[in-house]
Every structure is written in structure tokens, then in C-alpha cells.
């Protein structure tokens, strides 16, 4: 249940923020209401799936250097989390290519969804989380499930929808990172005041 309101509480949390600076992206940069939906859309997603993985925030940074650089070990007695990794990263595969075109790409989509798994293993050394090469691993699977499953949805339906800028999908991380980072570790303990 802590884990479940944790969640719950940071997405609300970043939510609040993301609302105005979306409605501001959307009145000086986007200016495409269904754009600025789907773009949205992704930032809410990345707010809760850095909430689930554990990113470092300005409240609670630590230098733990827990790391397993070998693969596969633990993968399989902890089959549950390795399955949970992968599917937290589907939605990533999904909605890159859905949005913007340049994902549409195998190799792009592949590449971003290995770096951003590569991203957050590395922040947490600053966390109590461990840095782990099978996260990694499976992260990447997720991504690459969503993307074959986004691409089988495109083909039958031969829509597609308007095309962002390549550079937005880097924005709008950048922009979630840095709200999860330093606003939402207040705004959340409010919420837990209340609990």
C-alpha cells in the first residue's frame, strides 16, 4: 500500500506542475492541441515511471554504490520485477514512435530506450536503489516490445499521427527529470502529511 501511495503521490505531484508548464509549452511553442495532448500524455507517463524506478530527487540524495555488472544473475529467482521492468518500458516503445516520426525507426527507438534505461541506472548510484545491468536489460525489452506492438497497431490502421520534433521528445524528458528532481519531493510530503 506505501508503494501504491508513493506513486500515486508523486504523479499527482508532478502533475500539478506539468499542467501550467504544458499549458505554457502549448501557448509559446506547440500550438497543436493534439500535439500538446500527446506530449502530455508522454510527460505524465515518464513522471510515473521515474517515480517507480526510483530517480534521485534534491531531499534524498545518497552515493550508494550497490552495482551488478553481470547479467541475468537474480533475473530468474526475481522473475516478477524482471517482468514488471519490462512492461513499466512498453509504454516508452509505444508512444515514441506514435508521436514523433524519426522513432518510427527501429535503431532510434532502440537506441533512446537503452539510453534512457542507461540514464536512470547511473542516477541511482545516488539513490538506495541498486544499479543493475539486468534493469538494463530489461528496460530494454520493454522498449522493444512497445515498439513492435505500436508498429502492428500503425500498419492495420495506416494512421498516423501529427509528426512532433524530434528535439521535443528531449524537452519534455529534460523537463519531467528536472520536476521530479527538485518539485515534486515537496509537493508529494504535503500529501503525506495528510496521510
Known amino acids: ?29 506547440i500550438k497543436d492541441l493534439k500535439k500538446s495532448a500527446l506530449y502530455f500524455v508522454f510527460g505524465v507517463y515518464l513522471a510515473g515511471a521515474f517515480s517507480v524506478v526510483g530517480l534521485p530527487d534534491v531531499k534524498n540524495l ?17 522473475f516478477k520485477n524482471a517482468v514488471l521492468n ?36 547511473i542516477l541511482q548510484i545516488f539513490t538506495f536503489r541498486l544499479t543493475d545491468i539486468n534493469d538494463l536489460i530489461t528496460n530494454t525489452l520493454g522498449t522493444i516490445a512497445g515498439y513492435f506492438i505500436v508498429h502492428m497497431i500503425i500498419e492495420k490502421t495506416n494512421k498516423f499521427l501529427p509528426v512532433g520534433k524530434t528535439k521535443d521528445v ?16 515537496f509537493i508529494s510530503s504535503v500529501f503525506w502529511n495528510f496521510v
Do not use: Q
Open 86 to 121: 519490462v512492461i513499466l518500458f512498453v509504454p516508452l516503445g509505444f508512444l515514441l514512435p506514435f508521436i514523433w516520426e524519426k522513432f518510427r525507426e527501429f535503431k532510434y527507438t532502440l537506441m533512446f530506450g537503452f539510453g534512457m534505461t542507461a540514464f536512470i541506472e
Open 1 to 29: 500500500m506505501y508503494n501504491f501511495l508513493a506513486l500515486l503521490f508523486d504523479v499527482v505531484s508532478a502533475v500539478i506542475v506539468l499542467i501550467p508548464v504544458f499549458l505554457l509549452l502549448h501557448l509559446f511553442y
Open 170 to 185: 528531449f524537452i519534455i524528458s529534460g523537463v519531467v527529470f528536472c520536476i521530479m528532481f527538485t518539485a515534486v519531493p
Open 62 to 78: 545518497v552515493i550508494d554504490f550497490g552495482v551488478n555488472v553481470i547479467p541475468f544473475i537474480d533475473m530468474v529467482s526475481d
